[in-house]
């Protein structure tokens, strides 16, 4: 890091400086110019952030030049993590669509979409059991009831199940049923729960905050990687803009900065982030033009009676379709679905 | 709310609509004009979002006449809501500063923050127990050890104490020391753990989420209160904008539109939004002259040594000058301190 | 549009919004609930700014149903507008690629871009020769001199030029060297110079701006067809947001958006938006998916050396190696190159 | 500034980016730590905007250390300026009020408006002459016929003018007329009028752009101080965020945060900042608060008859109960009205 102190900041304040990042086992590098000093630190970046250097007297700033993260880092591992979900594969050549209702809504609609997705090509079921619902008024999930079916439908189908675990104290029982576990846009910076599916043998699909940026996001990663959990896949959902057309602004170029960054998985969830069914295939097959991995896609057999989310749910005329398209697209790049 | 059905959307299409909405209860009301057709419809608000019209054929869009929220609501409850925490009234024509610590450090460093909080006239003493932090490698809080020296350093000051709870498994044991609960800005939207604050029979200090808007946030506030807790003050810290000179954006007007839309007391936290001390003062001044409630403040000992956010930490003779100009802007704005 | 009454608004108030809008045409039709009284106005949307019924008494606020834009709207214009440059047809089956330098900086720079973008398969030019620069003292581009090297590329090439006009007084002198017209994205709402590029006849290249809303990028489009000019091309190239590891945020879903509320062609400039070169093929190719018209490159034979935005300019290599990958993509979405 | 080179970038590289830099006039200073080369450079930094650095092979990315623009900043010059115009000054102990409708509409209409602002204690009369408008069919201002109104109305009252040029051909007449030239939110970054505004002899009060920076704002007065103008009032309007109860967001932040940067005069528009007068007073009070040194306010003699920005406009009876307000905060805060 650099840490640029103020003007007129005298060698008392710098010496102070450099004594704080030594006796923390950095290696420091003293620049000192006309108009002010500056000084270089190289060492755990990890330990960075318990410095506390900014408030020290006559520091100006702190510039960071290592990114944060460490076990999320292309740097920590130069090849592609490929994570296993039973015979299949994500984060390889491959596209794996996962598909499904919003919202578990009862043995049949479920069985229905499972049937109409599988037939199209998905091999992962998507479905809510658990629904975080910004009104305290609407429909909550199933629970435990929407979890059995999904593992019914699992039986019946052979997709796996990809279901969202909103909170500590059911994770056990979502773990219970689910293939890969997903922790939600709301809960990217809830801690607690990160550190407990850090401890589970299964995936995790980590969606994006609305309003995290990337780095945050690769934190989030850290956090189960840190506590032992590497299989995270990561799941652009859209961000939180001043556009208010679309119900969030989808961010692809987060796909080709993430695989920079880092050597984790990265799927796209168009339906989530435009909220609107109509234009989810273009940004589907764009988000597979720009090297997703896979793609997490709201199908309902009939999206007007849909308890949540109909909106920007496809048919499963439109979800057939949209396979088509995205096949051709996927060999224009060098994938296959 | 409004039903705008699409130009061409025919009389068979317009009566499955007015259909689902007469056996929802509401009652409906039909404008034909040249281009379209448009419903309104009056009825229990609280069952909008399970209606699911958006995704019906020949229906464009949705427009909501009245907020979603019903307890939260000026409608609901003309007067203002003022909240006891023993002695201490939040909502009234006193202004209460709560200030501390980001993070409860250390029992000398707690207890020095509460006797200089307390003798500048703070009322209400912060320090965090639990922390959530962006880096799974930063300092995480004393946890029980921590909200301990707060319930010491209440007993030797006779502050109040408010301090943050992160998750359910651990809210009884936070909820066993504090006076007032507080939810972290990340958790605004974690909707298990609204439910079982709900529970308790505390007030409710609830965060502004750093990207969520004013109606999101008193639907947040609407959980609780849905739950059977009433006692619920808003804190406005800052958004997330472009603006990267700040932390994030401290939002001022939200209190005036706070205080139109609902009842409900806001307090603002300029410490979080500015990030840096240096403009902490201004605007705390400016958040008492638009109307606030309270302030939530951070004060250490010595900011430099710090572990958790000390670059935003006012120091004491800073707090001290701070807190005689709120006196006299208190008085001007006809409030007191 | 819908006129929502405050919930205590007597007769009178209600009366004195009905005159208003009758007087200017409108037909009204009244809906009155047991909380609130509801008016629907049906007329000339155009005149709808000045009616400033938000203002008037008793009004809580207006919903406007309709867009307020008409001679940009699908509903205007069913059929796609293609407009021709030259032999060249822009909005058709063919996707154009405008390449070349952000701004000309000399003639061999300049003519040794063309050769290079040329042979790739571009069929336009692009080179700022007046070049709007954040800071007073960076390279304001070569003005005239620009032009007539641009004009003397054409002829040894055949490739159409497109370049940007900054203002008024210079448009003159632009219009007579370029075939289309680039407004920039600081320009978006310069509305003195949206009125002169309407009254000349060449198309316009209407860029997004970085912080407009697509209902505004449509209105400032509209500006110019009501001057007279229907031949715009609209530019999407990013949004800002608080994602600060790309220059801006690329809003690809503003594509299939666009498309659906206009029958104006829509390209993208990935190179701006992203302002780093690395991740400008894979949001290329995205683009293309996404069902762009067309797309804004920056090549430069020498990034290293460009005096304008080479961190974000492909090297030759890189542009050819793009320009298959576009080929593969645009066949799989049953378009060409 | 820094460079950061890549972790691999060799001997050659690093030498070639110190080459650049030498030639230019900087002084550069190597660190090489284990894992990466880190290059400090100091010279004039109004020329870093041409070296094109992160461009060349091997450098990762540039860090700046001292901020872009120069004659604006608080280290060019440590005094607070103070603006004359005629006997007024703004920046000094006197807090200035800028009153009166968004645009001139009749001669009646201003000569009303500007005895009501005036009576109240405003020191200067703003109305729109040209009023940049997002709809082509919304009323564009009475011209020139609104300048002479404006001064008529100077005459009458003492009250000096503030009024917008939108054009550098409309310039010369605008200047003839106006006391304060202003630019509007949407021409921050018209840089061919900020060239030509640096031409006159008159203060320009240059409003921050929607989604602008405060760097980018600063660099926007930058261009009017390197053109010869040295009078420039900043004014913050409100910025675009996500949340859309209010019609911006009004950065109160900004005015500590500008006073820190730069030693010019800063004021606050509260009305186009909210949009709805309703909360126009408490952010106006807020503002004088946190230490702005003048206010513009939209006040109409009829807001409900207003051609424009009606909503936003406070009636003269809450102009005036505004008026002591904000004289009993002035004095609170140690200033006067």
């Not at 993590?81 to 809504?105: F, L, N, R, Y």
């Not at 979409?113 to 992962?124: D, F, L, P, S």
Request: aromatic share 6%; proline share 5%; charged share 25%.
């Amino acid at each position: 890091m650099i840490v640029v102190m103020r003007p007129k900041a005298d060698e008392n304040k710098v010496n102070t400086v450099l004594n704080r990042l030594n006796k923390a086992g950095f290696q420091t590098h003293l620049s000192q110019g006309v108009e002010r000093t500056i000084i270089g630190a190289i060492g755990d970046k990890t330990r960075m952030g318990d410095l506390a250097l900014e408030a020290m007297p006559g520091v100006e700033r702190i510039v960071p030049i290592l990114q944060p993260y460490k076990l999320a880092s292309r740097a920590f591992k130069e090849e592609d993590t490929v994570i296993s979900v039973g015979d299949i594969k994500i984060g390889g050549e491959q596209i794996h669509i996962m598909a499904g209702p919003c919202a578990v809504e009862s043995r049949e609609q479920l069985f229905e979409a499972a049937e109409i997705v599988k037939a199209a090509g998905a091999t992962i079921l998507r479905g809510g059991a658990f629904k975080p619902r910004t009104s305290p008024y609407s429909f909550q999930g199933l629970e435990e009831q929407g979890l059995k079916y999904l593992a019914e439908a699992r039986e019946r189908t052979g997709l796996k199940i990809v279901t969202e675990v909103m909170d500590a104290n059911t994770l056990p029982m979502v773990a219970e049923y689910a293939d890969i576990l997903q922790i939600g846009t709301r809960n990217m910076q809830n801690f607690f729960l990160l550190r407990e599916v850090a401890k589970v043998d299964k995936p995790v699909l980590l969606k994006r905050g609305a309003s995290a940026t990337i780095e945050e996001w690769l934190m989030a990663a850290e956090y189960i990687m840190a506590g032992g959990n590497y299989n995270v896949i990561l799941c652009e959902r859209g961000i939180r803009t001043f556009e208010n057309y679309t119900r969030n602004t989808l961010d692809l170029s987060a796909v080709p900065v993430v695989k920079h960054l880092s050597h984790l998985p990265v799927i796209v969830d168009p339906s989530h982030a435009l909220g609107k069914w109509r234009f989810v295939p273009s940004m589907a097959v764009a988000a597979v033009a720009a090297g997703a991995d896979g793609l997490l896609i709201e199908v309902h057999p009939n999206p007007a009676e849909a308890l949540c989310d109909g909106p920007q749910s496809l048919t499963p005329e439109n979800f057939q379709a949209l396979m088509k398209d995205l096949g051709k697209v996927a060999e224009a790049v060098g994938r296959k679905l």
